[in-house]
């Protein structure tokens, strides 16, 4: 189970990076961008890794403050969850 959670984290992580590649390169180009909503249902899906990795390499979605603050709950969230799994198997 926990396999199938960690493959699940890796593909969500790669597709949030594409994301927020493809955003950042629209934004640059003055172009429809990807819904902040997307991005963050990625991220609740489990990118939230890829995601903080793009926002380093690419410097984007950085400065919004309303959007970092949603971005660091859901990885307060997934944290939380990781936490309680794993003093649930620990029982």
Known sequence: MIQLVLVAYVAMSALA????AVDKRRAARGQWRIP???LHT???LGGWPG???A???????RQKSAYVLVF???V???GIAWW????????
């Open 55 to 61: 926002q380093h390499l690419l410097r984007h979605k």
């Open 72 to 74: 660091w709950l859901i």
């Open 76 to 78: 307060m969230i997934h």
């Open 36 to 38: 902040e909503a997307t």
């Open 42 to 44: 990625v991220e609740v």
């Open 51 to 53: 995601a903080v990795v």
């Open 17 to 20: 990076f594409v994301l927020y």
């Open 84 to 91: 309680w799994v794993s003093g649930t198997f620990r029982r």
